[in-house]
């Protein structure tokens, strides 16, 4: 049997709890009724708002499984039931919704992802703040560390992101009449998320985001200056993107006429995370190819400590989520060198440019000792270097 | 970046007084933004109006283009319209029953319309100017075609021209923007001109004006996130939009810096500032040098700054948090022997001092 055609993604992209996203899509749904195709909602949050309620009205719902975890019971969408009773469109609230621990996959995304994958359109809803490479601006922005984040090629999956816009005002408005949430917690996220300023620059991501997926729907493969066309890379083949499946990126292009390469060196610093996300961002921006590696030094005394190990180990599954070729690379070949190993790896790959976080606070130690950032941007003095900021509030 | 805030300067003052003033003499301007027609601009502004009235607020139509849908049909049923009259066979909003009527709101399409001579104002936006002044606050839509700034842009796409115009200040000047999104397969489905062998390509075009339309009203926020911060005193920098600073001395290799940083820009839609910092006399030969990377800015259409000050690293860094840079690319010959001691070398203070800005190194 060949597997099916896979349905096709629709997201309704916001800035913040109450611009809209849900009654848009629900009011859609009601559209797709009306033309009698076979829709069905799969989860869908009510948060006490009546005229989104008011919007649910005749659809089909698929009712919720009921988990149970650590004596309480958590209410999940019933992604098995819905395979089964296989509609044509399926209605999916809260993209980036975490599944109770035990639940089959860990995130919704997962889930819509086996809804797609199985023929069933989707329409989803989320805010721009979930979007993984802008967890560090948001940060920067709101002061908010968000947790549940999309990686950007889940996004790019999605055949239409449409922009629901609001203005701050009118959306201060509502929560004051206690439309968005109750009047405890909008006394709260007045004080916090929804400062004017915080939600003017979400809204103006959110906006730039959705320009740029509405590009990447039509842009023209980029022109190559010179040299006629550069092959694709062995790595950006391998790590077979599904995004890159659908949408074929043009390859971009430096002034040489090289395809741009950027390679991420990633440590046990905590730092990695923010340099991982930015270099991934400017790579999708360029249509470049990414990777990413970290050092591992297996000789004497210069051992790897088993924390620091498990750290790498985790950063560089971070970059492997996000759809980058993440390796550990060894420094022997180098002669222990980490910063020779790093340059002379990136020298033979073909990589034009280098992303390192900003070196730690150089004290007496810096002084005596170069660190290894001030090494590799010396020793790749033929390449370009980008020390990404530390996007840090204060 | 934490906001900072702190004590405001007279100009700040000033500027917050006059918003407040005319607040209070002048009606608000709420612009539905549009990149086609069927997207719904219409709608959502006559639904405000509904829902305003519902609120009890004093709303009346004073302009719609017709025909309208049947949704746009069932709204209008449920708001008072102040009918079109005509004037030398042209349709015109009918300016001085609105402003005896004197409604709180004012419902306006069409804004682009030219009057015909004899009326009171050339064109329909600046009649709206005029109900704005008279303190009647006006809910108005408009498709980007519309907007003089980008005509030129979207004619490219569209290879139609449109005579009739709104100047780009007047949508900046407005209180409130929103746009209004829609898929591009929505407006084919409305738009009526679709032949079927031109859907593609039409798919095409509406797709190309929709990005033109989101990235305008990512500016008009980011133009008024802009103002609200400086009213405020508060002085911060979100880095929303990418903002690329190229420094360049005479030595530096400025084509492949410069290139790159169009590059950079033009695909985040961002901003590109080139910038070179003065210091004391040159000889002839780097004068020459650095007019020439100049000029290569200038083409790559940066904006171009000299700076002035002792310390070209302190010169850079002030200019680049000003600015709400996002990334700066500097030569690697912007020093020598700065790698032995991170701390003393310029790049090593630039990259210490750039607080949320990306430093990229370029090869010499």
């Given at each position: ?263 991420i060196l990633v440590t046990a610093d905590p730092s990695s995370a923010m340099v991982i ?15 990413a590696v970290a050092i591992q030094r297996s000789t004497g005394g210069n051992r790897v400590a088993v924390p620091d190990r498990e750290a790498i180990e985790r950063h560089l599954n971070f970059a492997r ?5 993440a390796r550990l690379l060894d420094a022997d070949?180098a002669?222990d060198d980490p910063a020779k190993a790093v340059?002379?790896f ?10 390192l976080a900003r070196p730690q606070a150089?004290?007496?130690a810096g002084?005596?000792k170069?660190g290894i950032e001030?090494r590799i ?18 | ?364």
């Amino acid at each position: 049997m060949t597997p099916p055609a896979p349905g096709k993604l629709k997201i309704y992209m916001g800035y913040a709890a109450g611009v809209g996203k849900t009654y848009q899509m629900l009011d859609d749904a009601q559209e797709l009724l009306r033309q009698g195709r076979d829709i069905v909602v799969g989860y869908f949050e009510p948060h006490g708002r009546a005229d989104t309620i008011a919007k649910t009205e005749g659809l089909e719902f698929v009712p919720r499984r009921r988990v149970e975890y650590r004596g309480s019971v958590f209410e999940e969408m019933d992604t098995d039931a819905i395979l089964a009773r296989h509609p044509e469109v399926c209605v999916v609230d809260e993209f980036p919704h975490t599944n109770v621990p035990g639940s089959a996959r860990t995130k919704r995304w997962e889930d819509v992802t086996a809804l797609l994958d199985a023929g069933i359109n989707v329409l989803t809803t989320m805010n721009i703040q979930h979007l993984e490479s802008l967890n560090d601006q948001v940060w920067q922005i709101s002061g908010v560390r968000v947790r549940e984040t999309i990686p950007d090629w889940v996004v790019k999956q999605a055949d239409q992101v449409v922009m629901v816009d609001v203005t701050p005002g009118a959306l201060v408005n509502r929560l004051l009449r206690g439309v968005v949430y109750s009047a405890e917690k909008s006394k709260t996220a007045l004080e916090n998320f929804f400062q004017e300023s915080t939600l003017g620059a979400l809204r103006e991501l959110a906006m730039r985001q959705v320009a740029h997926e509405s590009e990447s729907h039509h842009a023209e493969p980029h022109r190559v200056e010179s040299g006629g066309a550069p092959a694709r890379s062995s790595w950006a083949e391998k790590r077979g993107d599904p995004a890159g499946d659908r949408k074929p990126a043009a390859p971009a292009v430096s002034p040489t006429g090289r395809q741009e390469r950027i390679l991420i060196l990633v440590t046990a610093d905590p730092s990695s995370a923010m340099v991982i996300r930015r270099a991934k961002r400017v790579a999708d921006y360029l249509h470049a190819d990414c990777m990413a590696v970290a050092i591992q030094r297996s000789t004497g005394g210069n051992r790897v400590a088993v924390p620091d190990r498990e750290a790498i180990e985790r950063h560089l599954n971070f970059a492997r989520n996000l759809h980058i070729d993440a390796r550990l690379l060894d420094a022997d070949a180098a002669g222990d060198d980490p910063a020779k190993a790093v340059v002379e790896f990136a020298r033979v790959n073909g990589v034009t440019q280098l992303f390192l976080a900003r070196p730690q606070a150089a004290g007496l130690a810096g002084i005596l000792k170069a660190g290894i950032e001030q090494r590799i941007v010396w020793l790749g003095r033929d390449m370009q270097v980008t020390i990404v900021a530390d996007r840090t509030r204060g | 970046m934490t906001p900072v805030i702190r004590r405001r300067t007279p100009e700040e003052l000033l500027l917050q007084a006059q918003a407040e003033e005319a607040r209070e003499t002048r009606g608000r301007l709420k612009i539905f933004l549009g990149y086609a027609s069927g997207v719904g601009k219409s709608f959502r502004m006559l639904d405000e109006g509904r829902r305003r009235a519902e609120r009890g607020q004093d709303v009346v139509v004073g302009s719609i283009q017709l025909p309208a849908s049947p949704d746009v049909e069932t709204l209008l049923k449920r708001l008072e319209v102040i009918p079109l009259r005509s004037l030398g066979g042209v349709e015109v909003m009918d300016m001085p029953t609105i402003l005896k009527r004197h409604p709180r709101v004012c419902l306006v399409d069409g804004l682009a319309w030219d009057n015909p001579p004899g009326s009171m104002n050339p064109s329909r936006w600046q009649d709206v100017r005029q109900l704005l002044d008279s303190d009647i606050a006006v809910i108005a839509s408009i498709n980007i075609q519309y907007i003089s700034e980008l005509q030129s842009q979207v004619e490219k796409i569209t290879g139609k021209h449109v005579a009739q115009t709104v100047p780009q200040s007047f949508l900046y000047g407005a209180d409130e923007i929103v746009v209004v999104d829609a898929p591009p397969e929505m407006c084919l489905d409305h738009s009526g001109h679709g032949i079927a062998g031109d859907q593609g390509k039409l798919a095409r075009q509406l797709s190309e004006l929709r990005e033109i339309a989101l990235l305008f009203a990512a500016d008009v926020v980011d133009h008024q996130l802009e103002s609200y911060l400086k009213q405020n005193g508060i002085a911060a920098s979100f880095g929303t939009q990418e903002r690329i600073l190229v420094c360049i001395t005479p030595r530096t290799s400025a084509k492949a810096m410069i290139d790159s940083g169009k590059r950079n820009a033009d695909r985040f839609h961002g901003e590109l500032i080139v910038a070179h910092v003065r210091q004391g006399q040159l000889d002839p030969e780097d004068r020459a040098a650095l007019d020439r990377n100049l000029e290569m800015a200038h083409n790559a259409g940066a904006d171009v700054e000299i700076l002035e000050g002792d310390d070209p690293i302190e010169a850079i860094l002030e200019f680049a948090h000003e600015r709400g840079v996002t990334q700066v690319f500097v030569g690697h010959g912007l020093e020598s022997k700065w790698w032995h001691r991170w701390t003393g070398g310029p790049v090593g203070r630039l990259i210490r001092g750039a607080q949320g800005i990306d430093v990229r190194v370029f090869p010499q």
